[in-house]
């Protein structure tokens, strides 16, 4: 089967990056976006889920959670760690989100935690009419860019805010919040992020 562009380097690494993604806490990772949060019950769709950290949190939180992650082997583990959680799971991803295509206005919610800077320009500008037409009206969309090297065998490319918001803006998504130099989590002073959330 063909990789869905953007997972380079994961299945290779799943074990190491599983430890290491699923030992964040959800409420310190996303403490500047928590009360942008939905009350419980949502409908929360969260892309490239990876281990499924946020999704479980999400769904433990009383919202209706769908997690997609392309990655096998992430996706497998993910089911297996939290297989008493109602998150379901999608084998999808972007550009295209084909399982989706029928679900116009679903959710109340999509997050996009460090993979949006996975896709190139052409996907990107594919990807987010139709990530806009998933939202609900008065919807969002809050996810995070990665800044710095780039790992070894992973697919990245350097990604601005203001691009972000512009293309976003293309498709009918409002800025809500702009936030440049969130710190690195895993304490690497080379590695920034950018913040992003939006409305529809
Ligand atoms: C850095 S990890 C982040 C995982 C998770 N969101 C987190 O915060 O821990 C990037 C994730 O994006 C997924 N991914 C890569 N390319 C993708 C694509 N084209 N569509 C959807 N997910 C993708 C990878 O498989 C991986 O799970």
């Given amino acids: ?16 990056l599983f430890d290491l993604y699923d030992a964040l806490e959800f409420e310190e990772l996303h403490a500047s976006i928590l009360s942008l949060i939905p009350k419980p019950p949502a409908d929360i769709l969260d892309i490239g889920a990876g281990t499924g950290r946020d999704a479980a949190y999400l769904a433990g939180q009383g919202h209706r959670v769908v997690a997609m992650e392309p990655t096998t082997a992430l996706r497998q583990k993910a089911q297996a760690r939290y297989a008493d959680s109602t998150i379901t799971w999608l084998d999808d991803g972007l550009p295209d989100l084909k399982s989706l295509q029928d679900k116009p206005d679903k959710f109340d919610l999509i997050m996009m935690t460090a993979i949006w800077m996975h ?69 690497r002073a080379d590695v920034t992020w950018t913040r992003l959330a939006f409305s529809r």
């Fill in 1 to 16: 089967m063909t990789r869905v562009r953007g997972t380079e380097g994961y299945t290779e690494q799943s074990q190491e």
């Fill in 119 to 187: 896709l190139n320009i052409a996907e990107r500008e594919r990807a987010i009419p139709q990530i806009a037409s998933l939202i609900k009206p008065g919807g969002q969309l809050i996810l995070t860019l990665r800044h710095g090297p780039i790992p070894a065998g992973r697919r990245m490319f350097e990604v601005s805010g203001s691009e972000t918001i512009a293309l976003a803006k293309k498709s009918g998504l409002q800025i809500r919040l702009h936030l440049e130099d969130e710190f690195s989590l895993f304490n």
